[in-house]
């Protein structure tokens, strides 16, 4: 049975790694190595410096681009450096429309670091597909996906996204960080280049922070590759070796996320404190049909509106025992935060209003816990404020 025909499942423990032909290990060893002997100058084995290639890298990047159905994985030490990695293809002058509710620090190295060396970007409602066909230009190079977003949970149209970058001969990328390979895999859906944070689901445990890109078209590769080895930003091998380890669960885990986040949501929804419930398998939820299409699950983040100032979220989110107060998202541990004051607070208070970030408004990342312990640590949380 060749690799292409295994299913997800078998390729997420199996792909990229043999067992090691010498000593028979099964497990894909920590090359812990900068550079390798060469036979004769020029005459490798296929390494000769760590930061250009890795066995650790090479094994995690092909494990990789499988579990995405991509060709060609890259590694990075952040899923920032892989985002960078994207940025480095475009040149002064050029445009990137890019969905008004991206990640943070994609925002930030977008407006902070790129509009200083002349790129231009718009952000705009990436729901909404006339007003990004409006926003293309003749100089668009690059349109900036992300699904579903953070924190409410809106679901993009890939297919229909990336239609519009390619008729403008644009690069379509999409930040699947969220949904992961197992969930969504969007070059199925005409995206030219996948990015992750493996810092999340991919790792899986909180306990590394690393990045990688997806393609299937070879040149592409070939420049993300020059970039990689020449700004430099690869991980090492031990975070290689944990996202390996990370991945082989990554179905097991994203079931019970889904699984949990689905009680979760259903819960939350019928309860008076609550307001509002943003999640995407929810039937209420504006983009229900289109996540139930694009997504084999509707994954293990939610939001939800207390029915509370910002002081009682506030005092909700550090009453929570099993759910910890903290960024970030995707461990198997559950995570809560209140974007107002903490991920989002940087924006300022009327624009966050606005985009429909309101004070009460809190996030959790839904872990691997027994359900049971998690209502009913929310539920204790209520009680503690109201
Ligand atoms: C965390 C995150 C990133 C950035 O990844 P790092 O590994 O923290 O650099 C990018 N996109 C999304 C959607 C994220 O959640």
Not at 281 to 287: I, M, Q, T
């Given at each position: 049975m060749s690799d292409e025909d295994q299913r997800f499942e078998t390729r997420a423990i199996h792909a990229g790694q043999e067992p090691d032909e010498e000593t028979g290990a099964l497990m894909t060893p920590i090359?812990?190595?900068s550079t390798y002997v060469q036979d004769a100058p020029g005459d490798h084995r296929g390494y000769e410096y760590s930061r250009t290639g890795n066995p650790t890298r090479t094994d995690l990047e092909d494990n990789l681009a499988s579990l995405e159905g991509g060709e060609f994985g890259r590694c990075f030490s952040s899923g920032m450096g892989a985002i960078n990695t994207v940025m480095n293809l475009l040149e002064s002058g050029d445009h990137v429309v890019a969905g008004n509710d991206v990640y943070g620090g994609t925002h930030r190295i977008f407006t902070q670091v790129y509009e200083e060396y002349d790129l231009e970007f718009d952000f705009v409602d990436t729901t909404d597909h006339a007003a990004v066909r409006d926003a293309m230009?003749?100089?668009?190079?690059l349109v900036w996906v992300e699904t579903p977003t953070n924190p409410l949970m809106n679901v993009n149209d890939i297919d229909a996204l990336a239609a519009v970058a390619h008729e403008h001969d644009a690069l379509c990328a999409v930040d699947n960080t969220f949904a992961t390979p197992y969930l969504q895999r969007p070059l199925e859906h005409g995206a030219d280049v996948v990015c992750h944070s493996l810092t999340k689901y991919l790792g899986g445990h909180s306990d590394l922070v690393a990045g990688a890109l997806v393609t299937d078209d070879e040149d592409l590769d070939e420049r993300l590759a020059f970039y990689q080895n020449s700004v430099g930003a690869t991980p090492g091998p031990f975070d290689c070796f944990l996202v390996l380890r990370g991945t082989k669960s990554l179905g097991v885990r994203m079931d019970r996320h889904c699984e949990n986040a689905q009680h979760l949501a259903e819960w939350l929804d019928a309860h008076d404190r609550v307001e509002h419930v943003f999640y995407p398998?929810?039937?209420?939820?504006?983009?229900h049909e289109l996540a139930a299409e694009q997504m084999d699950d509707f994954g293990g983040m939610l939001s939800f509106e207390l029915d509370a100032s910002l002081e009682e979220a506030s005092e909700f989110v550090g009453e929570t025992e099993v759910f910890t107060l903290a960024e970030s998202l995707g461990g198997v541990e559950s995570l809560i935060e209140q974007p107002a004051a903490m991920t989002h607070a940087a924006i300022p208070k009327e624009e966050r209003e606005a985009a429909g970030l309101t004070d009460p408004l809190i996030r959790a990342s839904i872990g691997i816990e027994h359900v049971d312990d998690l209502e009913a640590d929310l539920q204790q949380a209520m009680d503690a404020v109201f």
């Open positions: 090359y812990a190595n230009r003749d100089s668009t190079e398998g929810l039937e209420s939820h504006p983009d």
